[in-house]
C-alpha cells in the first residue's frame, strides 16, 4: 500500500481546510490586524490620520482614568464568575441530582428565558430595581421603611444583571459534566465510607470541574464584553470597558483610541485565561499527569 | 453452619407496582463464597445491592455479622463491593483509589502508604502503577486495582457485582483462578453476582440459582450440576438433554417409561431424584456425554432411541453430535470422545443409547 506524502499542494487537503481557514482569516485574522494598525494612527479634525507613530499608546499609558476602567472591567467579570458559578452550581446539581423527573420540563423553561431577548430581560430588572419597583415594593410590604434599597444605576444593579443574563451558561456546562458522572462512582465512594458531603467533595465536585470551568470562561468573555447590562442598570456612572470603547468610536469619534482600548481588552482577556489554563495544567501536570 | 457473616431472611423488594425479590432467604457463612446465579433480571444483582446498603428492602429482615442493618447506610457496612464497570475513581491515581478507603477511616498516611503496598502485593501489580491513573491501566490491571480497593480496609463480607463480565475469555480465566486463590489466602467472605454458571461452579463454595426475584436452588457446585433442582437449574448449565418420560411413583421410589425409546420401564435410583419433583413435565436429564451409538442389539437396560444425524461440531477432545429424533422437539446433543474416524455423517440413521438409572429425574 502507498503511503500517501501529505503536502499543501494536496488539493483535498486544501479543499477541506479552505473554509474554516476562510473564516478565521476574513472574520478574525483581518479584522485584528485592522485594529492593531488602526492603534498607529491618530484622529484630526474628526478625521483619521495614518501617522503612524505612538500617539494613542503614549495617551492610554499616560493616563491612569482608563486603567481604572479596565481594572473595574475585569474585576466586575471575575466577580460575575464567582458569583454565577456559586448560583449555577447548586442550580445544576439539583437538575442534575434532585430534580430528574422534572429536568426537561424545567430546562425547557430555562432554555425559554435564556432565548428571550436580553434587552428586553435587562430593561425588565428596571421595574424590579427603580426606587419605586417591585424589590422595595415587597420590602415595604413586609414591614421594611419604602424605598430601603436604592440599587438602580449601581454596579450592584449591574452585576445583578449580568448574572441573571450569564449564569444560564454555567449552569448547562455543570449540569453536563454532572450527567456525565457514572453513578457507580457514588456508590463506590459511599461503599468505601464516605458520607455524602465527603463524596461530593471528594467524587462530585473533581469530575465536575470541566463544566465548572468551561462555564467560568464563557462568563469571563462574556461579561468581559458586557454592554447592555453597566448602560441599562449601571446608568453609566461606574462604565465599563464597552462602554468606554464605545464612546471612544462613537462620542469622541477617536477610532485609534477605541481600536487600542480594544486591543487591551483582548489582552487583559487573554493573559487571564492563560494565567488560568497554566494554574490549572501545571495542577494536573503536578498530580501526575493524563487523568 | 455456624453462626452465617451474612443473614437474610424474607427479603422483598419492589421497585413501584414491580416486584423484584419475592421473599429471598440467604446464609453466608464466614469465609465462605457464594455466588448469585440467574438470567438477567432474577434479581440477583438488586439482593447483591440490598447486601451493600444501595438498596432497602421493601419487607425481611438482613443481619450481617448479627447487626440488624435496617437504616444502616452503605458506608458503615462491613461489606465493600467490586463494581460491574468497576467504578475506580478517575480523577484519583491507583494509590488514592487503593488507599481511599483508608484516608475515610482516618488511617495515618504511612500506614496507608505501607497497607496499599502490600495490596499491591497481594494482586500482582507493579509498584510503579501507584502513580498512575486508572485510564492508563489495562483492563486486568484496572480488574486488580478495584480488588485492592475493596479488600485493602479488611471488610468480612467481599461484594463482587459481575466484575469480569467485561473481560475477554483468556483473561478472564486466569483471573477467576487468580480470584479463587485470593479468596482461599484471605479467608474473607465472597458474594459473587454472575449469570455465567460455569463461572460460579468454577469459584463458588456454594451456588443459588435464582429465577424471576425467587430462589430456584441453594447448593455446592456437584449439587446443582449432579442434582439440579428442575429443568431451569439443569438447562442453565449448558448444553444438556431432557426427555419427557412417564412416571409411577410409589413413596419416594418412581419408575419411569416413555413412549419415545425401546426399552424397559426403569427404576430410578433415590439419588437420581430431584427433591422438588412434581407432575409438571417430569424428564429425565441426560447428559450429553452419557450417550453412545450403538448398533445391534444393546445391553439390557438401556434405552435406545433412533434418529437422524442433524449436524456435528468437532471440538477437538470430543465431537459433539445433533441427532433429530421423532417425538422430540429439540435435537438430542451427544458429546463422544475425539477420534479421527467419524462414527457417523450428516443425514444417516442412527441408533442412539443411554443408562435412563444414570440419569437425573426431574420436572419443569
Redesign the interface.
Known amino acids: 500500500m502507498k503511503i500517501e506524502r501529505k503536502s499543501w499542494t494536496d488539493p483535498v487537503l486544501i479543499g477541506s481546510v479552505t473554509p474554516l481557514a476562510a473564516v478565521m482569516l476574513f472574520f478574525f485574522v483581518i479584522p485584528l490586524v485592522m485594529t492593531t494598525v488602526l492603534t498607529f494612527q491618530t484622529t484630526q479634525y474628526y478625521r483619521l490620520a495614518w501617522t503612524w507613530d505612538l500617539t494613542i499608546w503614549t495617551e492610554i499609558f499616560s493616563k491612569p482614568h482608563y486603567w481604572t476602567i479596565m481594572l473595574r472591567t475585569v474585576s466586575m467579570a471575575l466577580i460575575c464568575v464567582v458569583l454565577s458559578v456559586l448560583i449555577a452550581y447548586p442550580c445544576a446539581y439539583a437538575l442534575a441530582t434532585r430534580l430528574k423527573t422534572y429536568s426537561t420540563q424545567i430546562q425547557i423553561l430555562i432554555i425559554f428565558a435564556f432565548l428571550t431577548d436580553a434587552v428586553l430581560k435587562t430593561f425588565g430588572w428596571i421595574l424590579v430595581l427603580d426606587n419605586n419597583g417591585v424589590l422595595n415594593w415587597l420590602l415595604a410590604k413586609v414591614g421594611f421603611p419604602p424605598e430601603t434599597l436604592n440599587l438602580l444605576y449601581t454596579p450592584t444593579a449591574t452585576m445583578i444583571g449580568m448574572l441573571y443574563n450569564l449564569a444560564v451558561y454555567p449552569m448547562f456546562t455543570i449540569y453536563l459534566s454532572l450527567m456525565r458522572i457514572?453513578r457507580?462512582?457514588i456508590?463506590?465512594?459511599?461503599?468505601?465510607?464516605?458520607?455524602r458531603l465527603?463524596t461530593f467533595f471528594?467524587?462530585t465536585l473533581?469530575?465536575s470541574k470541566p463544566g465548572l470551568y468551561s462555564g467560568a470562561v464563557l462568563v469571563f468573555v462574556l461579561s468581559l464584553g458586557a454592554f447592555l447590562e453597566p448602560r441599562v442598570l449601571g446608568g453609566g456612572t461606574s462604565p465599563m470597558a464597552s462602554e468606554l470603547i464605545r464612546q471612544s468610536f462613537e462620542t469622541r469619534v477617536n477610532w485609534p483610541l477605541g481600536a487600542a482600548l480594544t486591543i487591551v481588552l483582548i489582552v487583559i482577556g487573554a493573559l487571564t485565561l492563560a494565567a488560568f489554563g497554566f494554574f490549572t495544567l501545571r495542577r494536573k501536570a503536578t498530580?501526575?499527569?493524563?487523568? | 453452619m455456624p453462626t452465617p457473616i451474612i443473614d437474610a431472611v424474607d427479603i422483598v423488594k419492589d421497585y413501584g407496582a414491580n416486584r423484584a425479590l419475592h421473599g429471598v432467604s440467604l446464609q453466608v457463612g464466614a469465609g465462605e463464597f457464594v455466588a448469585l446465579v440467574g438470567p438477567s433480571g432474577c434479581g440477583k444483582t438488586t439482593l447483591l445491592k440490598i447486601l451493600a446498603g444501595f438498596e432497602d428492602p421493601t419487607d425481611g429482615g438482613l443481619k450481617i455479622q448479627g447487626k440488624d442493618m435496617r437504616g444502616v447506610p452503605a458506608a458503615a457496612r462491613p461489606t465493600r463491593m467490586v463494581f460491574q464497570k468497576l467504578a475506580l475513581f478517575p480523577h484519583k491515581s491507583v494509590a488514592d483509589n487503593i488507599g481511599f478507603p483508608l484516608k475515610l477511616q482516618k488511617v495515618d498516611a504511612p500506614t496507608v502508604k505501607e497497607r496499599v503496598r502490600a495490596m499491591l502485593d497481594l494482586m500482582h501489580l507493579k509498584p510503579e502503577y501507584l502513580d498512575r491513573f486508572p485510564a492508563q491501566l489495562s483492563g486486568g490491571e484496572q480488574q486488580r486495582v478495584a480488588l485492592a480497593r475493596a479488600l485493602v480496609s479488611q471488610p468480612s463480607v467481599l461484594l463482587l457485582d459481575e466484575p469480569m463480565s467485561a473481560l475477554d475469555a483468556k483473561l478472564k480465566k486466569s483471573l477467576q483462578a487468580e480470584l479463587k486463590k485470593l479468596h482461599r489466602e484471605i479467608g474473607t467472605s465472597f458474594v459473587l453476582v454472575t449469570h455465567d454458571l460455569e463461572e460460579a461452579m468454577m469459584l463458588a463454595d456454594r451456588i443459588c440459582v435464582m429465577r424471576g426475584g425467587n430462589v430456584v436452588q441453594i447448593g455446592t457446585p456437584t449439587d446443582i450440576y449432579y442434582r439440579p433442582a428442575n429443568m431451569f437449574v439443569a438447562g442453565f448449565i449448558g448444553e444438556t438433554n431432557f426427555l419427557p418420560v412417564d412416571v409411577a411413583r410409589k413413596g419416594d421410589a418412581a419408575t419411569v417409561s416413555s413412549p419415545l425409546v425401546e426399552g424397559q420401564p426403569t427404576d430410578m435410583p433415590a439419588d437420581h431424584i430431584s427433591p422438588d419433583l412434581t407432575d409438571k413435565g417430569p424428564a429425565l436429564l441426560v447428559r450429553p456425554e452419557t450417550i453412545r451409538f450403538v448398533t445391534g442389539d444393546p445391553e439390557p437396560g438401556l434405552w435406545v432411541l433412533n434418529g437422524m444425524v442433524d449436524e456435528f461440531f468437532i471440538k477437538g477432545s470430543s465431537t459433539q453430535y445433533r441427532i433429530r429424533v421423532s417425538g422430540l422437539d429439540a435435537p438430542l446433543v451427544m458429546d463422544l470422545p475425539g477420534s479421527i474416524v467419524l462414527p457417523a455423517e450428516v443425514g444417516q440413521a442412527v441408533r442412539v443409547a443411554f443408562d435412563p438409572s444414570r440419569a437425573f429425574l426431574l420436572s419443569e
Open positions: 457514572d457507580d462512582l456508590l463506590a465512594s459511599y461503599d468505601a465510607g464516605a458520607s465527603r471528594e467524587v473533581p469530575l498530580k501526575g499527569g493524563a487523568a
